[in-house]
Nanobody, 122 residues
């Protein structure tokens, strides 16, 4: 599976942005999908995940502000981000996993996209 993240950009604090992850090569309908992010000088961290059955998981830092969704017909996963804060600034990566458990761990993911930069200005 090849994953292509897009939709990043510059947004003011309090604003919204949607990033997308388009898959090719194989269908993602049987896969669990996740979003991770890495800010400058920091480790990669879990943001959100959605199981193949549509169950969603969020980190505490984004819960209530971000929404992950998937459109299997378009082979695409989305991350809708609202009430953005400067600390949300990072490169956002999408990933695909065949694991059922532990979707908060990057080690559970088999495929990764190249990342899209989201910058939130104060």
């Amino acid at each position: 599976v090849q994953l292509q993240a897009s939709g990043g950009g510059l947004v003011q604090a309090g604003g919204s942005l949607r990033v997308s992850c388009a898959a090719s090569g194989r269908t993602i309908s049987s896969k669990n999908m996740g979003w991770f992010r890495q800010a400058p000088g920091k480790d990669r961290e879990f943001v959100a995940a959605i199981s193949r059955n549509g169950i969603t998981y969020y980190s505490d830092s984004v819960k209530g502000r971000f929404t992950i969704s998937r459109d299997n017909a378009k082979n695409t996963v989305y991350l809708q981000m609202s009430s953005l804060k400067p600390e949300d600034t990072a490169v956002y990566y999408c990933a695909a996993s065949t694991s059922i458990l532990g979707l908060e761990s990057g080690a559970r993911y088999d495929y990764w996209g190249q990342g899209t930069l989201v910058t939130v200005s104060s």
